[in-house]
């Protein structure tokens, strides 16, 4: 049986709100807590690692300053993803009413995954009173 445009649009749509809220989330999880690491400060700890393996003759510092250089780089691209932040939130907020609805997904959960509330508000997701 042959599916419906309108179950193909609703697939789509699915796919689509659930690329947004996932892309949010996790920029949100990768943001740590405490002293925020800016593109600058590891472009400037990149080129230290640079320096240092470039004049490093001992194969075993050199393999771990390799692996420091590839984690720098791994943070380099999550900052440079993490930028966009408000792009991802935007997109959040247009989608997760109505994902929240059709998912079960309570104004507590989002909190407590980190949500802010603002943006919560914004998306149209209300706080659940308990009885």
Known sequence: MAM?????????????????????LRALDSR????????????????RVNAKLADEND?????????SKLDVESALA????????????????????SYSDRKGISYTAWRQFGVPA????KAGIQETRRR
């Open 4 to 24: 419906s445009q309108e179950h193909k649009d609703a697939l789509a749509q699915g796919r689509l709100e659930a690329r947004s809220i996932k892309a949010y």
């Open 32 to 47: 740590r807590p405490g002293r925020p690491v800016t593109k600058e400060s590891l472009d400037k700890r990149l080129e």
């Open 59 to 67: 194969p075993l510092k050199r393999i771990e300053l390799l692996q």
């Open 78 to 97: 999550s900052v440079e993803d993490g930028a966009n932040l408000d792009d991802l939130a935007a997109n959040f907020v247009a989608y997760a009413k």
């Open 118 to 121: 603002d943006v919560l508000r």
